[in-house]
């Protein structure tokens, strides 16, 4: 698959694509946003800051983690932790329990019932899904998170586009 041409060099070029072009506008930009790495609250527990500092690194890594990141990086801790534990007390529960109860009679019945750590488990990780999507930590999500460059490379991008634009400046006044 080839890049998409941008407008200004398909009119150049005389291209019948032309409308094409136009009807699914411009080339998305390359991103702006600046890469840092933002602090952990300071509510979270030892075990939550452990997997905030683990989700930060893989995303620095990555070249994708901004300083705005804090929040979601947070919620993503809690809720690993927390669906953790209720999946360690499920198993130890187990997902069926039984209970003793009377019937009209007063003769002692057991009745089976569903864990309701079961239904949390499963709510939990349906959002801990969902961050991991948020976070582009899923294949599906993984090319559509932009890259964040660093605070130097967003200032020299700023710089070499204002002295592109002096130089066009200066071509047309001429």
Known sequence: MTKRADIETLRLSGSNNLSRALKYGPETPKS????????????????EKAVFGRTADLLQERGVLTKADGDILA??????????????????????????????????????????????VKDLEARHLSLLKCLGLVPSTRGKVPQAIDAEQ????????L????????????
């Open 32 to 47: 702006t946003l600046v890469g840092g790495r933002p602090e952990p609250p300071g509510d979270l527990s030892a075990a």
């Open 75 to 120: 919620a993503f801790a809690r809720c690993s932790v927390t669906l953790a534990a209720e999946r360690a007390l499920l198993a130890s529960e187990g997902t069926v329990i039984i209970q003793p109860r009377k019937n009209k009679h007063n003769l002692e019945i057991f009745l089976h019932v569903r864990n309701i750590r079961w239904q949390i």
């Open 154 to 161: 967003a200032l020299s991008a700023a710089e070499r586009a």
């Open 163 to 174: 002295a592109a634009a002096d130089k066009f400046l200066s071509t047309e006044t001429n």
